[in-house]
């Protein structure tokens, strides 16, 4: 019992009771026109009909050689996909459109600075630019299939460019969100040993130029210390032979692409065929210990997956233009700007700036000028654009058929003002649950069959079948009213292979929990863990309510508490520190934390700041913590674990229950004092 008590409230166990939305219907416009008007399409998914179904996805795509089997379970739960399959990432998102739309709009590039001209690549030019890129990396950096490569790139048009070469190659790609520290990123580029790392050497974000270079110096010097060296840096310049970054180029490991591409000039390097299980790439993501996991993406399975679900969810077709306002350093870039839409051709836009820079019309400004007509975002961005510029978009001359909210719970009432004044009253809304593990969509309605329901994402996505059990491994009926552990029935393809490097974590984290046999080479044995706790509701749409885990989703961004609390220990004042999460109003969450000292350390403000610096420097400023509070000491129970869900409803100002059972309980009251005074 005593145990028990320090078992933090499991959203599983909290009966929630909410108001049903009314359902918003697609127009008819809308639904004439749409990729996926058939029913029918549940019952050709149905687990009846499993795994066959998702021959429609491979179908989607060339293949050197078919595959001859569709799922292979025999090392469970490492599912492999399209065996016996080869096929190339690369050539199926460039090469195979020439034939018929080489003069069409790959890629729209938007710079940031508001007197810089649009970039419009064609895939012809996008095709040149791979292929060049492709040699370089093949000839001057060593490059051959299954290498890992580390990518700390922002968002320009070079990112996508320098994905497609390492895929044409069968490179495993590991981008690094640009925002993230050099730190962040050497740790990526242990983990992966990776020996070249590719860049950027500055970008704009909020009007100001950054200097991105100094985070390559950084990562190189201290993935050394960790047993990685680094020996070739590949800058991509911002301004094409124009110096942008005061950080100097170290001699004989750092090179401006543009510089070696003279060389390349007219290159054309023939994509490897690649297993269809060959990794594509490692998207890291936080978990909840200090480390951050690598997800491994297979070739074909992530391939079919993305480019099945940008056609019949995102709704692409050759004439749209289509916009995902999301960071190519998160796997929504991944899917749904680069793979998903370049697979099936269509012309995607890839905007390095804030949407709100230099005001809240500039999304739109850009709308306007490119005609986008299916725009792709995340609560938080709808948050924000709401509160600064609730009557912006009426003033910009765009029509949005469809849009999509993905990344975290939308509050009904922030849906609503999505729908009514950015989609104008006329935009088709997807909801879209999924995480960095799963590639693609696991629930959403399908936009020319389901009615919208603003806050749920909809019903499980052809092909998936999700079901909520509760922490005794019962499934909860539709309609129970009851939240459970979200989980998924059966594997599908874009779902990640393993964690690089770490099985045992992978099994441990996904799937130990509801695996009644450990042997079983069956997938119906193996659950796959969301981490995240939902209601179903009598219609079988889901409701997202968030992680059951210590991940906190700031700004639709994943971070653990515990890599937070690790950063935070670096400082060698601290001596405990705990994280919890804070409702915020446009970010969704944030992070506070609480700091009990060494012995002899003394509080002050510089102290917290430099704790908060520290985060940044380890990890990014996105995990800026709101406050850091010096406690006298942590709410522990008589064992000694530090009560977070204690000090959550501190900050939260929530009730924070009874603590009569902890062991410093007087403590309670004074850390009340200090944050709620
Ligand atoms: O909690 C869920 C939330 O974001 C988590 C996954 O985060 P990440 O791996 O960074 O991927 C984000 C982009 C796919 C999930 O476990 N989440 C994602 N989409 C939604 C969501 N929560 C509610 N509604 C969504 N549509």
Redesign the pocket.
């Known amino acids: 019992m005593a145990e028990k008590e320090v078992v933090e409230t499991s959203e599983a166990q909290i009966a929630v009771h909410w108001q049903e939305e009314g359902y918003y219907y697609p127009s008819y416009e809308f639904v004439a026109q749409a990729n996926m008007t058939d029913p029918g399409v549940y019952d050709r998914f149905s687990l009846d009909n499993f795994p066959n179904c998702f021959k429609e996805y491979a179908d989607l795509l060339d293949w050197y050689e078919y595959w001859d089997t569709m799922l292979d379970t025999s090392d469970a739960p490492c599912w492999k996909w399209f065996v016996g399959g080869k096929i190339n990432a690369s050539y199926n998102c460039v090469d195979r459109h020439l034939a018929k739309n080489k003069n069409k709009a790959a890629i729209h590039f938007v710079p940031e600075p508001l007197e810089e001209k649009y970039e419009h690549i064609t895939y012809q030019e996008l095709y040149v630019k791979v292929n060049e890129f492709t040699a370089l990396l093949r000839d001057f950096a060593g490059l051959k299939a299954g290498d890992r490569v580390t990518l700390h790139m922002p968002m320009l048009a070079e990112l996508p460019i320098t994905m497609l070469a390492c895929a044409r190659l069968g490179v495993i790609h590991s981008q690094v969100f640009g925002g993230f520290s050099g730190r962040a990123c050497a740790d990526r580029i242990v983990d992966s040993n990776s020996r070249v790392l590719i860049t950027a050497d500055a970008y704009y974000r909020s009007g100001t130029l950054l200097d991105h270079k100094q985070n390559a110096d950084i990562a190189c010097d201290l993935a050394e210390k960790d047993g990685q060296k680094v020996d070739k840096v590949l800058v991509w310049q911002r301004y094409p032979g124009k110096a942008s970054s005061p950080t100097p180029m170290v001699e004989g490991r750092d090179y401006f692409v543009n510089d070696l591409l003279k060389d390349y000039y007219g290159a054309r390097v023939d994509p490897v065929p690649m297993p269809a299980e060959a990794p594509l790439f490692l998207m890291y993501?936080s978990g909840t210990t200090g480390k951050p996991k690598g997800c491994q993406h297979s070739t074909g399975g992530y391939l079919a997956y993305v480019a099945g679900t940008s056609k019949y969810v995102q709704d692409i077709h050759p004439e749209d233009v289509y916009w995902c306002m999301a960071d190519i350093g998160?796997?929504?870039g991944h899917s749904y700007i680069v793979y998903g839409p370049l697979a099936i051709c269509a012309s995607t836009v890839v905007y390095e700036g804030v949407p709100t820079f230099p005001d809240a019309g500039r999304a739109w400004r850009i709308a306007q000028d490119l005609d986008v007509n299916i725009f792709h975002t995340a609560p938080t961005a709808i948050r924000a654009l709401r509160k600064i510029g609730p009557d912006e978009p009426a003033k910009y001359n765009y029509h949005f058929k469809h849009m999509t909210?993905?990344?975290?719970?939308?509050e009904p009432e922030v849906w609503k003002w999505y729908h009514k004044e950015v989609g104008k009253g006329e935009a088709t809304i997807v909801?879209?649950?999924?995480?960095?593990?799963t590639g693609g969509f696991l629930a959403s309605t399908l936009p020319g069959i389901n009615p919208m329901k603003p806050g749920s994402?909809g019903p499980g996505m052809p092909g998936i079948h999700p079901i909520i059990l509760d922490d005794e491994g019962e499934m909860l009926p539709q309609g129970a009213g009851k939240a459970g552990n979200i989980c998924i029935r059966n594997p599908w393809p874009g779902g990640f292979q393993t964690i690089w490097g770490d099985r045992d974590r992978f099994v441990e984290t996904y799937y130990a929990r509801y695996c009644k046999d450990p042997n079983s080479k069956k997938w119906e044995d193996w659950p796959y863990l969301?981490?995240?706790a939902a209601v179903e509701a009598e219609d079988g749409y889901f409701r997202?309510l968030?992680?059951i885990d210590d991940?906190i989703?700031v700004s639709?961004?994943?971070l653990g508490t515990k890599e937070i609390e690790s950063a935070a220990l670096v400082c060698q004042e601290v001596a405990e520190a705990a994280v919890v999460p804070v409702n915020h109003e446009i970010k969704g969450k944030e992070p506070d934390l609480y700091i009990a000292l060494k012995p002899g350390i003394e509080a002050s403000d510089e102290l917290a700041q430099k704790i908060n610096d520290t985060i940044c420097t380890e990890i990014g400023k996105i995990a800026k913590c709101r406050k850091v509070w010096i406690v006298p000491d942590m709410p522990k129970t008589r064992s000694g674990k530090i009560m977070r869900r204690v000090l959550g409803a501190i900050s939260n100002e929530i009730d924070e229950g009874d603590v009569t059972t902890l062991a410093n309980p007087e403590i309670v009251a004074s850390i009340k004092t200090m944050v709620q005074s």
């Open positions: 993501t998160w796997i929504t909210t993905v990344g975290e719970p939308i909801d879209t649950w999924w995480q960095t593990e994402a969301t981490g995240d997202i968030g992680r991940v989703n639709g961004h994943r």
